[in-house]
């Protein structure tokens, strides 16, 4: 069976500083992956996704940053944090062993920044 | 502009009964629809998925029915028990392209009272 996992589960950051996100899936190959954000009482806004090693697309313009190095690995970076990058990142993947149209979530990292 | 629409923030159900969540959308290339359940602190769980050639999708206690001409679909509990009680998540994509990015609603609190 396939498992996605995420961390760390949670991060307190000063503004200013640096951001790694990593998320990796097992039991599957070639996955769609997704990055997530869910702001304090907000839905779930898309930040990036990819459909293969290095293939990168951005959703929204921000600071923030992806990167795939490996198949099965999706990374979440920033050079400097804003207060507004505080919130619930989330990654999900899709694809074989499920369905292209159902996304299979992480348990999340919760990042406040100070 | 949101193009996937959840009008009711919360809902209050006695347990034992039907909880009916709403969700509208505007995008006509949407043809397929998911609902996901969500905890406080973690990411959101697959219940349901209905394809727009369908109008009904059952599994269990879960139901989603969609109205395609009303650019609308619904998710039926029955009978609604207190382990219900979390947030919902409409969501829809359009499966043209190779990303099967998922657009989401802002969510439903339900709660299921004893």
């Known amino acids: 069976s396939q498992t996605i996992h995420q961390w760390p589960a949670t991060l307190v950051q000063p503004v200013g500083s640096p951001l790694s996100l990593e998320c990796t899936v097992e039991g599957t190959s070639n996955p769609n992956l997704y990055w997530y954000r869910q702001a304090a009482g907000r839905g779930l806004q898309l930040l990036f996704y990819s459909v293969g090693i290095g293939q990168i697309s951005s959703e929204v313009p921000q600071n923030l940053s992806a990167s795939r190095p490996q198949d099965r690995q999706f990374i979440l970076s920033s050079k400097k944090l804003l207060l507004s990058d505080s919130g619930f990142y989330l990654c999900?993947?899709?694809?074989?062993?499920?369905?292209?149209?159902?996304?299979?979530f992480g348990p999340g990292t919760r990042l406040t920044v100070l | 502009d949101q193009q996937v629409k959840q009008n009711s923030p919360s809902l209050s159900v006695q347990e034992g009964r039907i909880s009916i969540l709403n969700c509208d959308y505007t995008?006509?290339?949407?043809?397929?629809f998911l609902w996901y359940k969500k905890y406080p602190a973690e990411g959101p769980t697959f219940l349901i998925s209905?394809?727009?050639?369908?109008d009904k999708n059952e599994d269990g206690r879960f139901t989603v029915f969609l109205n395609k001409s009303a650019k609308h679909l619904s998710l039926h509990i029955v009978p609604s028990q207190p382990g219900d009680s979390a947030v919902y998540f409409c969501?829809?994509?359009?499966?043209?392209?190779?990303?099967?990015?998922?657009?989401f609603g802002k969510g439903t609190l339900l709660t299921v009272n004893p």
């Open positions: 999900a993947w899709s694809g074989a062993g499920g369905s292209y149209n159902e996304q299979f």
């Open positions: 209905i394809s727009s050639i369908k």
């Open positions: 969501a829809a994509s359009g499966s043209g392209g190779s990303n099967y990015k998922l657009t």
């Open positions: 995008n006509s290339m949407f043809d397929y």
